[in-house]
Nanobody, 125 residues
Framework: QVQLVESGGGSVQAGGSLRLSCAAS??????????LGWFRQASGKEREGVAA????????YYGDSVKGRFTISLDNSKNTVYLQMDSLKPEDTAMYYC????????????????WGQGTQVTVSS
């Protein structure tokens, strides 16, 4: 089992920045996961892949809507994955979830085995 705890959400004006954190209870040596991802779900919409990172070797993926604005990174010493969100837009408003697992496709939620409880991000215009 892997517990994931997100933090860092909040309210910000358009153009602002936030950094989300997701702390995992175990590291990849347990082989419980090899990929960490961030998803978001806006009210009335399906869960959407935002970004993901392979842990070894490091490789990142981004959704088209966030490329160039969001950056995913991993601190192995802390078992923590970050999502730096810059140039935020009102359409980025959603609940953001961290996930871990061995997904065949990085942006498919059903491929992840472990999920955090989510952190709300609200961007006002």
């Amino acid at each position: 089992q892997v517990q994931l705890v997100e933090s860092g959400g909040g309210s910000v004006q358009a153009g602002g920045s936030l950094r989300l954190s997701c702390a995992a209870s175990t590291d990849t040596s347990t082989r419980a996961y090899n990929r960490l991802g961030w998803f978001r779900q806006a009210s009335g919409k399906e869960r959407e892949g935002v970004a993901a990172i392979y842990t070894d070797p490091p490789y990142t993926y981004y959704g088209d809507s966030v490329k160039g604005r969001f950056t995913i990174s991993l601190d192995n010493s802390k078992n923590t994955v970050y999502l730096q969100m810059d140039s935020l837009k009102p359409e980025d408003t959603a609940m953001y979830y961290c996930a871990a697992g061995y997904p065949p496709l990085w942006d498919r939620p059903q491929g992840y085995s472990y999920w955090g409880q989510g952190t709300q991000v609200t961007v006002s215009s």
